[in-house]
């Protein structure tokens, strides 16, 4: 019969190797994903600096919130990184505690929790991430109706927007873009149903890699990652803001309620939110969450003021109250 400690690991999805070196580490983050908005250079930054290893972690954040429930009486994480909407979740669940870091009254009012129980660290824009040498000869799609054409069948890649936050964000932008709102799904699920025909790959957690190496030539993805590609990858890489529209959406860091390590934790939370930090997260092509200026070699390498024209905020407070209302309806629809 398994012990006690393997049924729970097996269950919450963590093995028992991970949860060894989590127990080595100087301070544990939840979704912290190297491959995603360059966490792997924040984490050596953040060792460097400060002497606090954190393991990268590739949890997205559904999964991020289900451990941290599963672990609620004895948590194993200090922080955790996480969409707005799974920021504000987990602090309604009663998971985290309430940290101001430094620079924290900087952030605008609407992108932190009062108490500081999340704060926004950084913000992204949602497009498509498109690898143009895999297309076989297709042109980059320009719009979101463009992906519904037979050219691009087995081509579209979208993360699982009943667990992955940014599969969630990608269904909002392609609902707000073709006219819905948070009060009205049916554009997304109508699109999300209509694209079945065109075979989408849909993974549950981040896919970076499997653009730059062509096996999944379009994604919906932040801008971010796409430049990332287009100047730091071989190959030939594109950021498209879609010509509907799409919207603009924060990420946010918490701390963890009775984390194992708090002072590790309150440094790592110091960090990202520091000069160097926000500095750091603006060369990944991120919009700082304080009001750091881009370097002019960052700035230069976005798309035009025109194109960002097309992506706007939404209330994120409704984005979150509503998200399982629309993941149900995903799951009996679409999937």
């Not at 498109?130 to 054409?149: I, R, T, Y």
């Not at 890649?157 to 709102?181: E, H, I, Q, R």
């Not at 924060?250 to 194992?260: G, H, I």
Request: with cysteine.
């Amino acid at each position: 019969m398994k012990s006690l400690l393997t049924t729970v690991l097996l269950a919450t999805g963590l093995s028992l190797g991970a949860a060894s070196a989590a127990s080595a580490a100087d301070a544990i983050c939840y979704n912290c994903p190297p491959e995603w908005a360059d966490w792997g250079s924040m984490l050596k930054a953040i060792k460097a600096d400060t002497g606090v290893e954190v393991p990268p972690d590739n949890k997205n954040s559904g999964q991020a919130m289900a451990q941290m429930i599963a672990e609620k009486a004895s948590p194993v994480a200090d922080v955790a990184y996480l969409g707005v909407t799974f920021g504000i979740k987990v602090k309604d669940a009663g998971l985290t505690q309430a940290y101001k870091p430094k620079g924290f009254d900087e952030i605008p009012a609407g992108l932190k929790d009062a108490d500081g129980h999340w704060f926004t660290i950084h913000s992204g824009t949602l497009g498509l991430f498109v690898n143009k040498d895999a297309l076989g000869g297709a042109p980059v799609p320009a719009c979101w109706s463009d992906l519904l054409k037979p050219e691009y069948k087995g081509m579209v890649g979208y993360l699982d927007p009943s667990s992955a936050f940014v599969g969630y964000v990608g269904a909002v932008a392609v609902n707000t873009g073709l006219g819905g709102s948070l009060d009205n799904f049916s554009p997304a699920i109508d699109f999300f149903k209509k694209l079945q025909a065109n075979q989408p790959i849909v993974p549950k957690q981040t896919s970076y890699a499997r653009v730059v190496s062509g096996e999944m030539p379009i994604l919906f993805d932040y801008d971010f990652n796409a430049y990332r590609a287009k100047y730091t990858e071989k190959g030939n890489f594109a950021f498209v803001i879609p010509c509907e529209g799409t919207v603009v959406v924060p990420y946010v860091m918490s701390m963890v309620k009775n984390d194992p390590h708090p002072e590790a934790a309150k440094k790592v939370l110091d960090y990202v939110l520091s000069d160097k930090g926000q500095a750091m997260w603006a060369k990944a092509y991120l919009r700082p969450a304080r009001n750091v200026e881009l370097p002019k070699e960052v700035a230069d390498r976005f798309l035009p003021a025109a194109d960002y024209a097309r992506a706007k905020a939404v209330d994120y407070g409704k984005m979150e109250a509503v998200q399982k209302g629309f993941s149900d309806k995903y799951l009996s629809e679409v999937k």
